[in-house]
């Protein structure tokens, strides 16, 4: 509080006692002999002069029921004289609309200041108007607690069924992975050059021998021929012969080396691609490994959602009355007003474990959302 707001003393002009003003007043009676004393001494309010003209007017508006503008004007007086109980009680009666409205709205506070700052001079009317409005206020959260745990069992089994649809998802991925051969085209290549390059060789070996055997069967037929026993159409055959095995065995030997190069190039390309395949099947099992915790996690969200729905049917269950009376408490609790409301400790087991639920737009049973 600044300076011009604290309480300041003078001597009363009939006894010569001590007198204290109250903030923001000029007019006062002496507590020693009964005298009404008036300061009318220019200054002697400071701003308080600017607030007792802004507490008129907010009371004029807010009788005038012009609640945004009295609650501005009741908010500038607060701001000057945070220890007028009048200041409270016209921000509560603004934000509420006379008690009558707002129920979202976190006036307990304000009226636990109003009643430290009024004291004995607390307005009964007010006082008794207040406690109904929290009375209301109380079935308000009763009744909002009820749609929030109504909406909590609809949103759960939504997610259920979307879980239960993702953990099919992945059974079915899993399975597709399990199924899907790998590629091993290069390993069918690498073994037809390696059949080529075997074909190859034998034709090599082949070749030159069976050549050799013409040639040595037309010099065997040659020295026959000189005998007069073999035509020379024989000799003329294995020579000619001889000379295609010669020519064949000159194709077989450059098909030779270039099945060789063919074998050396399809190894290199298989050994490549047996590098991509076992990548692929790391990937594979680190796809199956996280399609397998995923399901683990989805199925323990859905326990959990499953218990969610239990337990909110159960506080469902519960007699309204009886959960009257814990919003009853809490809101009196709240505003610093005693009471004898008996809590059942069936609410207590729904209102103040307060779990915190994994899955997202759980609404609280006790909290209200603004």
Not at 238 to 267: C, D, E, N, P
Not at 329 to 353: H, Q
């Amino acid at each position: 509080m600044s300076d011009d707001l604290k309480l300041r003393t003078i001597h009363c002009p009939s006894c010569s006692g001590v007198i204290e003003f109250p903030v923001g007043r000029n007019r006062t009676t002496c507590s020693y002999c009964g005298n009404e004393v008036l300061v009318d001494e220019a200054g002697w309010l400071g701003k308080l002069d600017d607030f007792e003209l802004k507490m008129k007017n907010a009371e004029c508006a807010l009788e005038n029921k012009e609640w945004e503008h009295a609650l501005r004007l009741f908010e500038e007086c607060l701001a000057i004289n945070e220890a007028d109980p009048r200041c409270y009680r016209g921000v509560i009666e603004s934000r509420t609309k006379g008690l009558n409205a707002g129920f979202g709205e976190k006036t307990e506070s304000l009226y636990h200041c109003y009643i430290n700052r009024a004291g004995t001079a607390a307005d009964p009317s007010f006082v008794a108007r207040y406690k109904e409005f929290l009375r209301r206020v109380a079935d308000n959260d009763t009744s909002t607690a009820a749609s929030n745990a109504k909406e909590n069992i609809e949103y759960f089994r939504r997610v259920i069924e979307s879980k239960k649809e993702r953990i099919t998802d992945h059974e079915n991925n899993i399975q597709h992975l399990k199924d899907k051969p790998e590629i091993d085209i290069a390993e069918r290549k690498y073994g037809s050059a390696k059949a080529g390059l075997v074909f190859s060789t034998v034709m090599l070996i082949l070749s030159p021998v069976l050549t050799a055997g013409l040639i040595i069967l037309a010099m065997y037929l040659v020295v026959r021929c000189f005998s007069g026993d073999v035509h020379l159409i024989g000799i003329a055959s294995s020579l000619a012969g001889a000379v295609i095995f010669t020519v064949v065995t000159r194709f077989v030997w450059k098909s030779y080396r270039g099945q060789i190069q063919h074998v050396k190039r399809t190894r290199v390309v298989k050994l490549q691609e047996d590098h991509t395949n076992e990548e692929k099947e790391k990937n594979k099992s680190r796809q199956i490994d996280y399609f397998s915790s995923d399901i683990e996690l989805t199925a323990k969200d859905i326990t959990d959602l499953e218990q969610g729905i239990a337990e909110q049917n159960e506080y469902l269950a519960i007699d309204r009355d009886l959960r009257l009376a814990y919003f009853e408490k809490l809101r009196f609790d709240a505003a610093g007003i005693d009471n004898d409301i008996t809590v059942d400790p069936s609410i207590l087991k729904f209102c103040e474990m307060e779990r915190s639920k994994q899955a997202a737009g759980y609404k609280s049973l006790t909290r209200l959302k603004k």
